[in-house]
């Protein structure tokens, strides 16, 4: 998922070459849960326990998790999509959430597999590294990028626990993955303890942050992709361009918690999980942009 989503928002940027989401209702915070955790606020909305650095950042991400519950409801019977937890990165925060390539392969080990002849297969950090390196994109800008589910483990160092320190025993939450993992599994591996009524977590960046991402690698990656004369011809229309590419990593995130919702189905088989994952991407592609499908398809046809 990883690769496919930034290669798709790269392919964006190509062929377009060739708002503000609306207040979020703030509750009381719950005492367990710090106020701040590495310059980000904690924000209780409705839908979600945000950290991030500031309340537009919060709005944009109950707005979001709004979309995908109102899908939800459209088009299943159940379960209820829950409450999140989201760990958000800015524009202005220093690091990102998952320190290493290493640990996000480990996290994305965490989620369900998507067995089936159209599932995207799992990249091994090798491939996770040359792919970057054939992007042009930075890996300490990918993983401040990075989209991603999060365990007790990966929410312990968040908090600022040695690592190691809260590796799992057998049989909780993060060595069964985040689809099976309550708030009280990921309670007894972590510092940072998570609200009962908190059933995903993941962290993201923000749209600002996807969209200036994307303007920093976009020159490299076009001109490896088109050639020079072809990226010097449209430099001056990357910043226009980023803004549509940049909504890959939306997709990516939505993507990302429809997994870990669909896992909860258990009526579902692997086939059926795998079919309606892919079903929502596409769908959930071409709301976002109409150009998404379309980079997606390529990025898939390119391996």
């Not at 950042?57 to 159940?78: K, N, S, V």
């Not at 990656?221 to 803004?243: C, N, S």
Request: proline share 8%; charged share 25%; net charge positive.
């Amino acid at each position: 998922m990883f690769n496919r989503f930034h290669r798709a928002s790269m392919l964006v940027g190509c062929i377009v070459l060739g708002g503000c989401a609306r207040p979020a209702v703030i509750l009381p915070a719950p005492a367990e849960l710090p106020s701040e955790i590495r310059g980000r606020r904690l924000w209780n909305t409705e839908r979600a326990y945000v950290y991030a650095r500031d309340r537009a950042a919060a709005d944009e991400t109950d707005a979001w998790i709004g979309e995908l519950q109102a899908h939800l409801d459209r088009t299943y019977d159940r379960p209820a999509l829950g409450k999140g937890f989201v760990i958000i990165t800015d524009l202005g925060d220093e690091e990102g959430v998952v320190p290493t390539l290493e640990e996000l392969g480990r996290l994305d080990q965490t989620l369900p597999s998507m067995n089936g002849p159209d599932a995207p297969p799992r990249m091994t950090v090798a491939e996770r590294r040359r792919k970057l390196e054939e992007q042009g994109l930075a890996e300490p800008l990918a993983l401040k990028i990075a989209v991603a589910p999060l365990d007790g483990a990966a929410l312990a160092l968040v908090a600022g626990a040695p690592p190691g320190s809260a590796a799992p025993p057998n049989g909780s939450a993060a060595a069964s993955g985040p689809h099976v993992a309550t708030a009280t599994r990921l309670n007894a591996v972590m510092e940072l303890r998570v609200p009962p009524d908190a059933s995903w977590c993941i962290c993201c960046p923000t749209r600002k942050l996807g969209v200036e991402t994307t303007k920093s690698f976009a020159p490299i990656a076009v001109e490896r992709k088109m050639g020079k004369a072809f990226a010097a011809m449209t430099a001056p229309l990357i910043p226009v361009a980023a803004q549509e590419a940049a909504k890959a990593f939306d997709l990516a995130r939505d993507v990302l918690v429809f997994r870990l919702w669909a896992a909860k189905r258990s009526d579902w088989s692997d086939a059926k999980r795998l079919v309606e994952i892919l079903r929502y991407q596409r769908e959930r592609a071409l709301r976002l942009s109409p150009l998404l499908p379309i980079a997606l398809n390529k990025a898939r046809e390119e391996g």
